[in-house]
C-alpha cells in the first residue's frame, strides 16, 4: 500500500518537477560562470575592456545584410561617429537618419556597425562588424470608433471631432515598413581567456580571431528587448527620423543567456507562433531586470506544476462525483458560461497564447463539469441524438432551493450593474465593432462582478454548515496559482480587466479558507465522492 503511494502520479511529477529545477539552475549557473583556460591551448582578449576604440554606424543605400566595402561603393551615410569608445562605457544617444527617396521605397533597411582602431574602418583589418536590419513589414493598428458617434451628439460622447474624423478611417488589412525607433547592443566588459576546445556554442558566431591566440571584443545587437512597439509606420514625405542608440556593457552569463533566448524564441515559430505572439515573450525579458527574471522562471515552474496537479485533481473529483449535494449547480453553470466568455474576450483583444492556451484547456473542462453536473448523457437514435438528463435526489433537490434563494438575491444586484455598465461603455468608450462591444461587455460583467456567482456556494456552505463536499485538494492547488497570477499580472502582457480578475479570486479564495477554518470536519457528511465516512465504517462492521 505504502508502494502505492509512493508511485502515485502527484509523487511523481513532483519528482520529475524537482529534477528539472535542479538541471536548470545548475544551467543557469554554469552559463554565469566565466570560463577559465588550464593549458596551452588559450584564447586571451586582444584588447582590455578599457582600452579606446572607434565606433562609427552607417545607413547604407544598399537593402542586403552584405557588409559594404566602401563608402562610395555602398552609398553610405554616417549617422554616428565615436572616438572614445571603450567597452566599460554605456551610452545612449539620439540619432536622426536621413531618408533618400531610395530609403522611402525600399522595404528593408540596414543599420551596420564598425569597431575600429585605426582612421578608416573598411580598411582595418581588426573591426568588428555587425549589422541591424531595422525595417519591418507590420499590419498598422486597428483604430477604435465610438459605436454612436453618429447618432448621439459628440457633447454627451466626449468625442472631439477630430478623433471622429481619425477613427472613421478604415484601417489597413494591408502591411506596410514600419521603422525600428530603438536599437540596443551590447559587449562584454569581462577580461575572459578561453579554452579553444571548450568556447560556449552560442558564441562561436561572435568571436573574431586577431590572431591565433586573441580575439576581439564580443559585441552583438540585442534583438530580445526590440518589441513591435517600437517600431512606427514610415512617412513618405519624412526627411528623416529619429534613431536612439544605446549600448550597455554586460557580463559573459547575461549575452549568453540573452543569445539562448534569442534562438529559442526564433525555433518557435516552426511550430506556428506569430511575430505578436513571440512579442509577448519578448516581453518578459524586455520589461524585467534579471533578478526579476530568475523569480519568474521560478514562479513560471511552479505555476505549471500547480496547473497541472490542480486540473489533475479537478478532474478526477469530478469523474468520481456521484452527486450534487452541498455543491451549487449555477455556480459550475455560470463558472463554465464565464470561462468560455472570456476566451472569447481573450481571443479578441489579441492576448498572448501564454493566457490564450490555458483559458481554452480550462473552459473544455468547465463544459464538461456542467455536462456532469447536470448527469446529461447523450445517445443516437441513428443520426439523430437523444439527450437525457439524470434524477434528482432530495438531497439534492434541497440543495438547489438554498441555490436557487442565493442566485435569486444576487441578481437583484448583478443584472442592473451588468446592464448599466454595457450601456456606459457604449456610449463613452471605443471599440473595433458591435461584436467587441458584446464580448467587451460580457467580460466586464464577469470580470467587475462575476466574483458574486461565487457567493452561492459560500451560502449554501452557511447554510449546511459544512465545506466537506468540496474538492479541497484542487482548490489549494488554485488557491496557490491564484497568488502566483497576482506576480505574473505585472509581468505578462494581458489586458487589464483580465489583470484586476486575478486580485479579485484572492479574496473569494480567502473566504473559503475562513469557511473551513469555522467549519470543522463532519465525517456523517458526504465527502467530495458523494461518500459519507461513517456510513462506510458501519457498513463494513455490519
Known amino acids: 500500500m505504502a508502494g502505492i503511494k ?30 577559465t583556460c588550464k593549458n596551452n591551448n588559450c584564447l586571451s582578449a586582444h584588447y ?20 559594404p566595402r566602401s563608402m562610395t561603393d555602398s552609398k553610405c551615410v554616417t549617422i554616428l561617429n565615436l572616438d572614445n569608445f571603450t567597452i566599460n562605457q554605456s551610452f545612449d544617444q539620439t540619432i536622426h537618419v536621413p531618408l533618400v527617396k531610395q530609403f522611402r ?22 573591426h568588428i562588424y555587425r549589422n541591424r536590419l531595422i525595417s519591418k513589414y507590420l499590419i498598422p493598428q486597428q483604430n477604435f ?41 551590447h559587449a562584454i566588459n569581462q577580461d575572459i581567456t578561453f579554452d579553444r576546445t571548450e568556447i560556449p556554442q552560442e558564441l562561436y558566431h561572435l568571436i573574431t580571431l586577431y590572431s591565433q591566440t586573441t580575439y576581439g571584443p564580443l559585441i552583438c545587437s540585442d534583438e530580445l528587448t526590440s518589441r513591435l512597439r517600437d517600431y512606427q509606420p514610415m512617412n513618405k514625405s519624412d526627411d528623416t527620423f529619429e534613431l536612439k542608440v544605446i549600448y550597455t556593457p554586460i557580463s559573459i552569463g547575461r549575452m549568453r543567456l540573452w543569445v539562448n533566448f534569442e534562438r529559442a524564441l526564433e ?12 512579442d509577448e515573450i519578448k516581453g518578459i525579458f524586455a520589461d524585467n531586470n534579471l533578478p526579476i527574471l530568475a523569480l519568474t522562471f521560478v514562479v513560471a515552474a511552479f505555476h505549471t506544476l500547480f496547473d497541472f496537479l490542480a486540473f489533475k485533481n479537478d ?32 481571443l479578441d483583444s489579441g492576448a498572448s497564447l501564454l493566457v490564450l492556451i490555458p483559458a481554452g484547456v480550462g473552459s473544455l473542462i468547465e463544459i464538461w463539469k456542467v455536462k456532469k453536473a447536470l448527469k446529461i448523457k447523450v445517445r443516437f437514435n441513428g443520426y439523430k441524438p437523444i439527450i437525457t438528463f439524470g434524477e434528482v435526489s432530495q438531497a439534492e433537490a434541497d440543495t438547489m432551493i438554498h441555490d436557487s434563494t442565493a ?35 460580457l467580460v466586464n460583467g464577469v470580470y467587475a462582478f462575476g466574483f458574486l456567482f461565487m457567493m452561492p456556494q459560500l451560502f449554501l456552505n452557511y447554510k449546511l454548515k459544512s465545506v466537506a463536499h468540496l474538492p479541497w485538494r484542487a482548490f489549494m492547488y488554485k488557491a496557490f496559482n491564484t497568488f502566483i497570477d497576482d506576480l505574473f499580472a505585472f509581468i505578462i502582457t494581458m489586458p487589464t480587466a483580465h489583470r484586476l480578475a486575478c486580485f479579485r479570486d484572492d479574496f473569494v479564495f480567502l473566504i473559503y479558507l475562513y469557511q473551513k477554518w469555522l467549519y470543522p470536519v463532519d465525517k456523517t457528511r458526504v465527502n467530495e465522492y458523494g461518500e459519507a465516512f461513517e456510513e462506510e465504517t458501519k457498513s463494513k462492521t455490519e
Open 6 to 35: 509512493l508511485l502515485s502520479i502527484t509523487n511523481i511529477t513532483i519528482v520529475v518537477f524537482l529534477i528539472y529545477l535542479s538541471y536548470t539552475a545548475n544551467t543557469f549557473y554554469s552559463m554565469f560562470r566565466p570560463p
Open 267 to 278: 525555433s518557435t515559430r516552426m511550430y506556428g507562433f506569430s511575430d505578436k505572439e513571440i
Open 48 to 67: 582590455k575592456p578599457s582600452a579606446n576604440k572607434k565606433l562609427k554606424l552607417y545607413s547604407c543605400l544598399s537593402t542586403s545584410s552584405n557588409q
Open 105 to 126: 521605397q525600399n522595404t528593408t533597411f540596414y543599420i551596420h556597425f564598425y569597431l575600429y582602431h585605426d582612421f578608416d574602418p573598411f580598411q582595418d583589418r581588426t
Open 145 to 185: 470608433m465610438n459605436l454612436l458617434q453618429e447618432k448621439l451628439p459628440l457633447s454627451l460622447t466626449g468625442v472631439n471631432e477630430q478623433d471622429q474624423k481619425r477613427s472613421t478611417m478604415n484601417s489597413s488589412d494591408t502591411p506596410i515598413t514600419h521603422v525600428l525607433r530603438t536599437i540596443r547592443f
Open 407 to 441: 442566485m435569486r438575491y444576487l441578481s437583484y444586484i448583478l443584472y442592473p450593474l451588468c446592464i448599466g455598465l454595457a450601456i456606459y461603455s457604449l456610449i463613452y468608450n471605443t471599440h473595433k465593432s458591435w461584436y467587441s462591444w458584446i464580448i467587451n461587455s
Open 315 to 346: 478532474i478526477n473529483y469530478w469523474r468520481h462525483r456521484k452527486t450534487m449535494v452541498g455543491l451549487s449547480l449555477r455556480t459550475v453553470v455560470w463558472r463554465s458560461i464565464s470561462n468560455v466568455i472570456i476566451f472569447l474576450y481573450l
